[in-house]
C-alpha cells in the first residue's frame, strides 16, 4: 500500500512540474547498456528484500562488500601496470615503486613473451620489448626480482597462453631464494577464452589451452594456496567495445567454464575458487553505474558459487576484483585530462568496494609510460585514499533509491545474458559461433555512433576541444640495442646450459601432453622442470605446439 502511494505521489510530482521537466535539458533515457533511466528515483523503485538482496557487509550475498569492516579494516591494493623493455630496466622501476609505496605493477609482458617466442625467434624481430618486458627464460626472472623478496611481494603477471611457463619460474625461483611456497603470493592472468574473442594473444587449440589453464588451477590448490592462479579478464570485453552487461556476463561465463572444467577433474571448489579473481574495467564514464556493476557482481558471484557449485567456504563465494581505468578512457587530445579521468575511475573502483585498483597513466596513449606519470598514477589514488573520506564508511552508496534500483536491473540483465550464453551450450560454443564478438561488435557501434553524433561527449574529443600546439610527447623510448642484447643473452644461455638435461625435460613434457587431461597428466611440474634447467619460453611452447598444434581463427562463422 505505501509503495502505491508513493507511485502515485510520484506522477503528481511529474504532472505538476511537467512543463519544467519538459523544457530541462534531457538526461539520457538509457545507460550505456541499455537499462532504462528515471528522472528521479524513490523508495517505489528499491522493492527488494534487504536480507536477501543486500545484506550486511562481509555477509552473504556479499553485494555490500566481502569484509564487514570495508576499508577500514585494509585498504584496496595500489596496483598499476607497466614493465620495460628489459629485465634489467623493469627490475630498477619495479625497486623504485616499492620503494615509493606501493608495488610492483602488474608486469606487462612484450608480444614475443605472450606467443611463446623467444626473443631470436624471427618472428620477434622488431617486436621484443616494445610493449612490455622480454622473458625469455628463469634467468630473466632472477634479473627482474635481483633484490626483491618473493615470499613478501604480491607479483601479478599479465600472461594468458604460456602462463604456465611463468607459473614455472616464479616458484622455481621462490624455491631457489629459500621461500615457504605455501607463503608467496602473486597471481596470473591465464584467462586465455578471451583471448579468442578480445584480445588474440592465443597459441593453442580451444582444448588444450582450457587443460593448461586447468592444470595450473589444480597445480596452485594443492602447492600454493596463497597465489592466485587465474585473473578473469572481464575487462578486456569492453576495451574491444562491449558494454557493461557483456563485459560482466562472458567474464563469468568464462570463469563459470574454468570452474566447470576443474571439478570434472575432482578438484574442490573451495581449494581453488579463493584462488580466482576478476580484472575489470573502471573503463565506462558513469561513476555510479560502475559502482552498482561491482555491487551486482558480488551478489552474482555468491549465489552461484553456492548454489550450482557447491561452495561451503564463504572465501570461495567472495567475488575479488583488480579494476584498471582502461586504454580506450584515456584520450591523445588534452592527455592532462586522462588525470581527471583516472580519478574518476579510482572513485567508481573505491564506491564499488573492490580490493585492488590500477590506474593507467596520462601518458600511456602514447607509448610505454613514463616513471613520473608512473607515480602520478600511484599519488592519484593516495589522494582518493586519504583526502576524500570515501574509505570511512563501508558501501557508501548503499541504499542510494537509484544505486540500489541500477544493482537489482543490472543484476537481471547480466543473468538473462548469461542464460542466453549456456542455452547455446556454454562459453566455449559461444566463443566458436562468432555470437561473442558480434555481440562486442554491435556495443562498439553503438558507441561509437554515440561520440560521433554528439550524444555522448568525451570532453577533447567531440566537444570543448582546444587544438594544442605543443611538441609530441616522447616517453619511454625502447632503444633498439636492447633487443640486441636480449638475442645474445638468450643465445648465451643455450650456450652455457645443459643442453642434454633441457632436451629430457622437453621431452617429458611432450609425453604428458599427448596423454588424456587428468590430475596425473598434470603439465605444470613437468614445465617447472623445463624452467629449472633454462628451457626457454619458446622452446617449452614449441614442445607444446608439437604436440596440440596452433589455433587458426575461423574465417566465417
Not at 73 to 91: C, M, Q
Not at 211 to 232: F, G, I, K, M, Q
Request: some cysteine.
Amino acid at each position: 500500500m505505501y509503495f502505491e502511494r508513493l507511485k502515485t505521489a510520484e506522477e503528481e510530482w511529474n504532472q505538476r512540474h511537467e512543463e519544467e521537466i519538459a523544457t530541462a535539458q534531457a538526461a539520457p533515457q538509457a545507460c550505456e547498456d541499455g537499462i532504462p533511466l528515471k528522472l528521479l528515483y524513490t523508495p517505489a523503485d528499491v522493492q527488494t528484500d534487504f536480507y536477501e538482496d543486500i545484506g550486511f557487509p562481509g555477509e552473504f550475498p556479499f553485494t555490500r562488500g566481502i569484509d564487514a569492516a570495508g576499508y577500514r579494516k585494509k585498504l584496496w591494493t595500489i596496483s598499476h601496470y607497466a614493465g620495460f623493455g628489459s629485465p634489467r630496466e623493469t627490475n630498477v622501476l619495479f625497486r623504485r615503486m616499492i620503494e615509493h609505496g606501493g608495488v610492483p605493477p602488474y608486469m606487462a609482458l612484450d608480444l614475443p613473451t605472450q606467443l611463446g617466442l623467444d626473443p631470436d625467434h624471427p618472428m620477434a624481430r622488431g617486436e621484443v620489448g616494445m610493449t612490455g618486458t622480454s622473458i625469455a627464460s628463469l634467468r630473466d626472472w632472477e634479473i627482474i626480482f635481483d633484490g626483491i623478496d618473493l615470499e613478501d611481494t604480491f607479483v601479478g603477471t599479465v600472461i594468458n597462453a604460456p602462463a604456465a611457463v611463468i607459473l614455472a619460474m616464479h616458484v622455481v625461483l621462490a624455491e631457489k631464494q629459500g621461500a615457504n611456497l605455501a607463503r608467496i603470493r602473486g597471481n596470473l592472468q591465464n584467462d586465455i577464452l578471451k583471448e579468442f574473442t578480445a584480445r588474440g594473444n592465443f597459441i593453442f587449440p580451444v582444448g588444450p589451452s582450457l587443460r593448461l589453464v586447468t592444470d595450473t588451477l589444480e597445480y596452485c590448490a594443492r602447492h600454493l594456496p596463497s597465489y592466485w592462479p587465474l585473473n578473469v579478464c572481464g575487462g578486456h570485453y569492453p576495451e574491444a567495445g562491449a558494454n557493461r552487461i557483456h563485459e560482466v556476463a562472458f567474464a563469468f561465463a568464462d570463469a563459470f567454464t574454468y570452474i566447470e572444467d576443474a571439478l570434472k577433474r575432482g578438484v574442490d571448489i573451495d581449494g581453488f575458487g579463493k584462488g580466482i579473481f576478476f580484472l575489470m574495467k573502471t573503463n565506462h564514464t558513469d561513476l555510479l553505474e560502475e559502482a552498482a556493476k561491482f555491487r551486482a557482481m558480488r551478489k552474482i558471484w555468491a549465489t552461484r558459487l553456492r548454489d550450482r557449485y557447491g561452495a561451503k567456504d564463504p572465501e570461495t563465494m567472495k567475488c575479488k576484483v583488480l579494476a584498471h581505468s582502461g586504454g580506450s578512457l584515456l584520450t591523445r587530445e588534452r592527455p592532462e585530462l586522462n588525470i581527471a579521468r583516472t580519478t574518476l575511475a579510482c572513485m567508481a573502483g573505491g564506491l564499488g568496494g573492490i580490493q585492488l585498483i590500477g590506474l593507467r597513466t596520462m601518458d600511456e596513449v602514447f607509448g610505454i609510460p613514463t616513471e613520473k606519470s608512473e607515480l602520478i598514477a600511484i599519488g592519484t589514488q593516495h589522494v582518493v585514499a586519504h583526502e576524500t573520506g570515501l574509505p570511512d564508511v563501508v558501501d557508501p552508496l548503499g541504499g542510494s533509491y537509484y544505486v540500489e534500483a541500477l544493482t537489482a536491473k543490472f543484476e537481471t540483465a547480466v543473468m538473462e545474458e548469461i542464460g542466453r550464453v549456456e542455452r547455446m551450450g556454454g562459453m566455449v560454443r559461444a566463443i566458436e559461433s562468432g555470437y561473442v564478438r558480434k555481440a562486442i561488435a554491435q556495443d562498439s557501434y553503438r558507441t561509437h555512433m554515440a561520440w560521433e553524433t554528439g550524444t555522448k561527449v568525451k570532453v577533447g574529443v567531440n566537444k570543448y576541444r582546444i587544438d594544442e600546439n605543443e611538441p609530441p610527447r616522447r616517453p619511454y623510448q625502447y632503444k633498439p640495442e636492447e633487443e640486441r642484447r636480449q638475442v645474445e643473452a638468450v643465445q648465451q644461455l643455450r650456450r652455457e646450459r645443459d643442453n642434454a638435461a633441457v632436451e629430457k625435460a622437453l621431452q617429458r613434457i611432450k609425453s604428458t601432453a599427448a596423454q588424456p587431461a587428468s590430475s596425473e597428466a598434470n603439465l605444470v611440474p613437468p614445465i617447472i622442470e623445463a624452467v629449472r634447467v633454462y628451457a626457454t619460453i619458446g622452446e617449452i611452447c614449441g614442445a607444446l605446439r608439437d604436440v596440440f598444434g596452433e589455433y587458426a581463427e575461423p574465417t566465417t562463422f
